[in-house]
């Protein structure tokens, strides 16, 4: 049995891509596989899985030398289980920059395209085999590509990945819309969360300048409900970054609707991180960058110190 996995702290396209592929691995090509989870999912993907009718992925926490893997949404050990590299890893599917790091056993199909979403590649790999996916696999896809791309605003997107996220939305009666504001409502409730799972919610690790830095995003239509923690959130970020090995969190709060970030400044590195990387000067402990949106190809190339 393969598991198909994506990142830690899941997100939609790493909840619903490891589906996709796991049914399409086991039903068209008849090799059985399991979806997995590296952790619980957040609020948006918990609603999708709800919403199309999927049952909750099993978590895990490791792999062993007896599993047979394919990776997806990730190429980045740092975010994979601590023994990916005894596991016997058969595949790569990704839209992540080349990490490098993993080792595998034999030879493997890798496959890692620009473009905003895993699910898009996994719908161009599937090809004609997609019109036998049952509605709720192509829900999937669709929700995965709609949350990658945020409805289409991110700088991310692709003309393929908004083509390919149309037709599904053609084929199952879907009001884009509709489904993209229920996600990003359901993205936006972070009410049951703590600070320190705020900032680990949707956090990627990095270095900049020989510092470790915990790169956290947040995404809603609501910043202000996220802006009315911003003294907590800051105060928990040094136990935050000591327990994850870091120097630094460093915490974007990306408005969907007005299509900027507000990045949180409890320090003087942060700030000197952030006057170097954008067009900006910070004045307080937060400072907002108009038309900032993507970690990916906004918010990491632009980091300097």
Known sequence: MIKVFGHKAPDTDSTGSPIIWAWFLTEVK???????????????????????????????A???????????????????????NEAKVVGIIDHHLL?????????????????????TILHDLMGADVAKAPAAIKGAMLSCILSDTLEFRSPTTTAHDRAVAEALAADLGVSIPELAAQMFEAKSDVSAYSDAALLRMDGKEYEVAGKQLRISVLETTAPQVLLARKD????????????????????????????????????????????????C????????LPGIMSRKKQIIPALKL
């Open 30 to 60: 008849g090799t059985p596989a399991t979806p997995c989870l590296l952790g619980e999912p957040n609020t948006e993907a918990a609603f999708v899985l709800q919403h199309w009718g999927l049952p909750k992925p099993q978590i895990i």
């Open 281 to 288: 000067k910070v004045e307080g402990d937060m400072v907002v």
């Open 62 to 84: 490791d792999v062993t030398a007896e599993d047979s893997c394919v990776i997806v949404d990730t190429n980045n050990p740092a975010e994979l289980p601590p023994s990916i």
């Open 99 to 119: 990490a490098g790091g993993i080792k595998t056993k034999s030879p493997i199909d890798i496959t890692i395209r620009p473009l905003a979403c895993t699910a």
């Open 232 to 279: 907590s959130l800051m105060a928990a970020m040094p136990g935050v970054a000591a327990e994850d090995g870091a120097d630094q969190v460093l915490l974007f709060i990306i408005d969907i609707l007005k299509e900027e970030a507000t990045l949180l400044v409890p320090n003087d590195l942060v700030k000197s991180i952030a006057e170097a990387s954008f067009p």
